[in-house]
């Protein structure tokens, strides 16, 4: 744990170094062609719903598959605020009259998302809280299920699986960078709240939390409603990254993908996040263009599809085997060795059978 | 509503088969096994590489393939992991099912392909006045075997014996003489055998194979043994059985216009249930171990 008696300074060193990253990734990728440019506007997306996740994930331990119904309700949430109001009306003619008027700048629809999640997000964490461990993720999945069913058939505000398009697809590396940083900082904040620090005291060890009096589910309950909010407005971005928006694209390839950056760079910290969302997504672009064939180098490839998932998979295998904490190991970044020392083998896990 | 309650217990059935398996890796090791959707679709599309044999031997080899399938995995991924917390035998899982697909994405390639399994099961019979499907009876027939053969392998043979002692506490079994290694392949292979004859039906069922389809399977398993409790394997074909039957009643009885939303309910209805009963219908509350 991060002591508490150490300075404002090195207390945030975490946010600080993950945002110089980020700007540092961001500036390089700004040197580059357009195609570049544009895996590092997904990045910076990817890293919001990243960091979102992160938010609950990372400090109560409770592993959720639901997160993306946020991103979910987030997306068409903004691309029903900022498709152009004449095309709206042609491509939505069933939609209600006020809905049909709304038609916001991009900043304030991502805000108007983010609480529009939150609000799920109270809904659904008094449905899901209730739950430990296992069956918190698998309800979270059947919540995800539901909000996925409901979006593919609400015909006259979504068009189904046919899609939403016409969403402006102006999201530039500039335009992105602030609500990563934002990102960053409202999960700094919620970290080292006294919330945080009690969340993270329930995740080492649930028995000794609830004996020194942390009411494990309602700070879980805050920190699902801080990550639904982030996730809301990073599911707003990544409409306007798209352009065009289905419901497959919000659902559960997205959910693993996700999953594959927290817990390739570090599940338990938030420098994890970051650098497992960095990590993978250089990666994955990597492999894309091998997947695609053509030369490299010089190397004549015939394109591979399978290759990147492939690899991927196998990155994660060998994250788990060689170094189940993640790059990270629940470390944090810091300008001296700051890091939370223990390993995720350390803590007494509940026995899943029950038995005992 | 007789005719419903036929497609409810078929459905389940194959739920059933595929609850199982997983819950059977879940009570001995504590793992979620997402890679059982993988193995699901191995033994689809062994069907597809053996499909020019008689029905008999093809079937045979799917599942033995399955089950060669299911034991390497045990040996190559998770032995090195046994014992670590529940996250990470499921992350781990979770890679294997990515790393599965990819292998097969690349040999295979993403389009779907179709295979026309037990066509000959495609016509109904009348029993009792009702036209069931001859494949539904199959299954519903099959799966009713293969649970009271599973039955009879815990309680009367030494290895079942042993597997349920390590299921009850695997430690404990250790100290006693149970052989680990064993024990576990040994749940593999049953699970890989319930996954290979879910491939069969599942396929005679829909007819298409794709890389990807052992997902939509295995998310249905999951939350069967969620629903019927975790940790019994009688309750998690229990949980298998509810899913179908809430799904096929609403099905039936939802007005026209809600019908598309059908599973949208089912799955807030299970979430619903697991609020009430967090344990699951039939589970019991465990008590904390610190």
């Known amino acids: ?356 | 509503m007789a005719q419903n309650l036929v497609n409810a217990l078929s459905i389940g059935s194959l739920n059933a088969l595929i609850a199982i398996g997983i819950a059977l890796l879940f009570s001995i090791m504590g793992l979620i096994n997402f890679a059982h959707g993988e193995l699901i679709m191995i033994g689809g599309y062994a069907l597809l590489w053996f499909a020019a044999l008689p029905f008999a031997v093809t079937a045979v080899l799917v599942v033995a393939v399955v089950i060669g399938c299911a034991l390497a995995m045990e040996r190559v991924a998770f032995r090195s992991v046994r014992g670590a917390s529940g996250e990470t035998l499921l992350m781990t899982s979770f890679a294997l099912s990515l790393f599965v697909q990819g292998g097969v994405l690349l040999f295979e390639g993403p389009n779907p392909q179709s295979a026309d399994v037990l066509g000959s099961l495609g016509a109904s019979v009348e029993v009792a006045g009702l036209s069931v499907g001859k494949l539904d009876l199959a299954i519903v027939g099959v799966t009713a075997v293969l649970l009271l053969g599973l039955a009879w392998f815990l309680r009367a043979t030494p290895l079942g014996v042993q597997m349920r002692a390590a299921a009850e506490d695997f430690r404990m079994a250790r100290a006693l003489g149970v052989r680990a290694n064993l024990v576990v392949a040994g749940a593999f292979g049953v699970s890989g055998a319930f996954a290979a004859i879910a491939a069969i039906f599942l396929i005679a069922r829909t007819g298409t194979l794709t890389p990807a389809m052992g997902l939509g399977p295995v998310l249905t398993g999951f939350v069967a043994i969620v629903l019927g409790g975790l940790g019994r394997l009688w309750a998690a074909a229990l949980g298998a059985f509810v899913l179908a039957l809430l799904s096929v009643m609403l099905q039936a009885y939802l007005p026209s216009g809600m019908a598309a939303y059908r599973d949208a309910l089912v799955y807030l209805g299970i979430a619903v249930i697991l609020m009430f009963r967090p344990h699951g219908i039939a589970g019991r509350p465990g008590a904390v171990r610190v």
């Open chain 1, 1 to 356: 744990m991060t002591n508490q008696r150490t300075s404002v300074f090195a207390r945030c060193a975490p946010g600080v170094i993950c945002t110089l990253l980020v700007l540092a990734v961001s500036g390089l990728a700004l040197t580059g062609s357009e195609t570049t440019q544009r895996t590092a506007t997904q990045m910076l997306v990817m890293g919001v719903i990243a960091v979102g996740t992160y938010i609950f994930v990372g400090n109560s331990g409770v592993l959720s598959f639901g997160h993306v119904m946020f991103v979910a309700v987030g997306a068409y949430a903004t691309a029903l605020m900022t498709i152009p109001h004449n095309l709206k009306q042609a491509l939505l003619p069933a939609l209600p009259g006020w809905l049909a008027e709304l038609e916001f700048g991009l900043p304030e629809a991502l805000l108007i998302s983010g609480l529009l999640s939150l609000l799920v997000g109270v809904v659904f964490s008094l449905l899901i809280l209730r739950l430990d461990g296992m069956a918190a993720g698998i309800a979270s999945l059947a919540l995800l299920i539901s909000v996925n069913v409901v979006i593919s058939n609400w015909d006259a505000v979504t068009r189904g699986a046919q899609g939403i398009v016409g969403i402006p697809a102006d999201l530039t590396v500039g335009a992105t960078v602030p609500w990563l940083i934002g990102a960053i900082a409202v999960a700094l904040a919620y970290q080292l709240s006294r919330s945080g620090f009690r969340l993270r005291a329930s995740r080492e060890d649930p028995v000794a939390a609830a004996a020194l009096g942390v009411r494990i589910r309602r700070d879980r309950s805050i920190a699902f409603v801080i990550s639904a909010f982030v996730c809301g407005v990073g599911g707003g971005l990544y409409a306007h990254f798209l352009g065009a928006l289905t419901p497959g694209d919000v659902y559960l390839q997205l959910t693993l993908l996700t999953l594959l950056m927290l817990i390739v760079g570090g599940i338990r910290s938030l420098s994890g996040a970051v650098i497992g969302t960095v990590f993978i997504s250089v990666l994955a672009e990597l492999l894309r263009r091998i997947e695609a064939g053509g030369e490299l180098g010089p190397l004549e490839l015939p394109p591979h599809p399978g290759v990147q998932q492939l690899i991927l998979a196998l990155t994660l295998m060998l994250t788990l085997l060689l170094r189940p904490g993640g790059i990270t190991a629940g470390r944090e970044l810091g300008f001296s060795l700051l890091g939370r020392r223990r390993g995720p083998h350390t803590r007494p896990t509940a026995d899943p059978a029950g038995s005992g």
